[in-house]
């Protein structure tokens, strides 16, 4: 593993796992989850990351030894299109659409299942079309929970916040998810051809 971003990767799993519990817990209490099958949001070709967010995922493909191959299909790179490892056919027992699901950036873990703040500094749920279509009722209720404060959402500033102060060089810009994998895969590949000089 790489010295540096294995350390980084590291600590970024370490932030998503707990995460994942906050956006659990949530989910719980919300009784919300998104609709068995769906990859919609996966779809846009505006999902961002920075690179150190695609840090995990560059390493474990070291280690898989698809770094070249993933290179290779992420093709230049504009316009911006859809993540590479979206899949067409539901997978997992998740039922998403990803296939790198575990190593997925904060975006994806955050959409739908967090909030941005309004001027007031009043929580606002950030639910998808989907989502608010299968239940809207619940959508509406879990929205109202989060503003008041009676569900503890998940703040995508406080998350951003968290992933930025572990290293603030490669937490800071947000590209779209391909370009910051790409950028992720490079820096794995360049720190790994020094160590082995």
Excluded: K
């Excluded at 992420?74 to 990803?98: A, D």
């Excluded at 909030?115 to 007031?120: L, S």
Aim: charged letters at 25%.
């Amino acid at each position: 593993m790489s010295p540096r971003y294995g350390r980084l990767a590291r600590r970024v799993r370490v932030l998503y796992c707990r995460l994942d519990r906050r956006i659990a817990g949530f989910r719980r209490a919300a009784g919300l989850s998104c609709p068995r099958g769906c990859g919609e949001c996966c779809l846009s070709p505006e999902v961002e990351a920075t690179v150190l967010e695609m840090l995990p995922l560059a390493l474990r493909l070291q280690r898989e030894r698809r770094l070249e191959q993933t290179l290779a299909g992420l093709g230049p790179g504009e316009p911006p299109r859809p993540c590479v490892f979206y899949s067409p056919e539901p997978l997992g027992s998740f039922g998403g659409r990803c296939s790198v699901y575990p190593f997925r950036p904060l975006l994806c873990r955050l959409f739908g299942f967090a909030a941005m703040t309004d001027p007031e500094g009043r929580p606002q749920l950030v639910l998808c079309r989907r989502l608010r279509e299968a239940d809207p009722a619940g959508a509406r209720e879990a929205a109202a929970g989060a503003a008041s404060g009676r569900l503890p959402v998940p703040l995508m500033s406080e998350w951003s916040l968290a992933m930025y102060r572990l290293d603030p060089g490669l937490g800071t810009q947000a590209l779209p998810i391909n370009a910051a994998l790409r950028q992720a895969l490079e820096r794995v590949a360049l720190e790994r051809r020094w160590r082995d000089r």
